[in-house]
């Protein structure tokens, strides 16, 4: 059977790159915005000059480039090239490709307040006042303003709000970041982790290292997290701290985190923490929307046998 004269198929063709313009006065939160871009697995860039957008749209749809999302910061810091903008929209959008505008924006005062805690210059001031700065600002974004696609007062958003709000309306729920939760264990005898966001005491567990059998292990084994899953209060205890993290978690989620560390501390940090560290690593592995995983800091302390590395499943899995 000879092949068709006409050849394979063509491949489709790729999809156009989605970019993103951050613009907006100086203060606003453009960067923390771009910050969340980011998070979301955006390429980002910042301070670009709106010139060169056409040749980095281009240079994003070149084969072989795994960029599908970009999102760039324009504003005032580029000087005489930030005029282009306008001219650089209405081409885009004559082509019929052009780019989602979100403009940024705050009142005089908490610009100005924004301004006094950096004790940074407005980059239009000029050797005036931030406040003149801050017109002569606004002046010149009033056109982009009103062409921007949405626009976003920051003025009473923490940074933290400022997220949410990208997240909710900017991005679609696969570009949402997922929360990273990292269960951890150490001993209180080698010092606490000071990373950890969320600190529990397990030390009122009869402890494994009393067992001769025991001493040697780890609790990534299966005998000594039967051990302790079968200690004294662990049926009263474990239902609180997952209710506890039940709750915990998705707050911290909606309040914008996206890493927490939950730490576990025995005495040694071989056994007890170990455990439970892996116990609520199986619980929350599979939970939308957050990405698990353990570490065991002192695990090989006090001549502890090398233990194997934990894929999460937990001591017997």
């Known amino acids: 059977m000879s092949a068709s004269p006409l050849g394979p198929p063509a491949p489709p063709p790729a999809a156009p790159v989605q970019i993103t313009i951050i613009t907006g006065m100086s203060g606003a939160g453009k960067s923390q915005a771009m910050g969340a871009f980011e998070d979301a ?4 860039v910042d301070n670009l000059p709106p010139r060169l957008l056409p040749a980095f749209t281009d240079l994003l749809g070149l084969e072989g480039s795994k960029v599908e999302r970009a999102a760039v ?20 959008a004559a082509k019929g490709a052009r780019p989602r505008v979100v403009f940024m924006e705050a009142s005089d005062e908490t610009l100005i307040n924004r301004f006094r805690e950096t004790r940074r210059p407005h980059p239009l001031s000029e050797g005036a006042t ?43 729920p696969s570009d949402r970041p997922r929360m990273q939760v990292n269960f951890v264990s150490f001993g209180y005898k080698h010092g606490a982790p000071r990373d950890a966001d969320l600190l529990l005491d397990v030390r009122f567990l009869r402890n494994p290292h009393y067992v001769p059998e025991l001493q040697p292990l780890t609790g990534l084994d299966a005998s000594v997290a039967d051990y302790v899953a079968a200690a004294p209060g662990m049926d009263t205890f474990v239902p609180r701290l997952e209710a506890m993290l039940d709750f915990l978690l998705p707050a911290y989620a909606e309040e914008g985190k996206s890493n927490l560390v939950v730490a576990f501390g025995c005495t040694g940090g071989r056994h007890r923490s170990v455990v439970l560290a892996e116990m609520m690593a199986r619980r929350y592995g599979d939970r939308a929307g957050m ?25 017997g899995a």
């Open 130 to 172: 931030v406040l003149e700065g801050i017109g002569r600002e606004r002046d010149s974004m009033a056109d982009v303003r009103e062409q921007a696609d949405v626009v976003i007062d920051t003025t009473d958003l923490t940074i933290w709000d400022l997220r949410r709000v990208i997240s909710e309306h900017l991005l679609g």
């Open 73 to 92: 910061v324009c504003d005032v810091r580029g000087g005489v090239w930030f005029r282009d903008l306008d001219a650089v929209l209405a081409s885009a």
């Open 41 to 44: 697995g955006w390429f980002c």
């Open 291 to 315: 990405d698990v995983s353990t570490s065991h800091r002192h695990i090989l302390r006090a001549g502890a046998a090398p233990a194997a590395a934990s894929d999460g499943r937990g001591p």
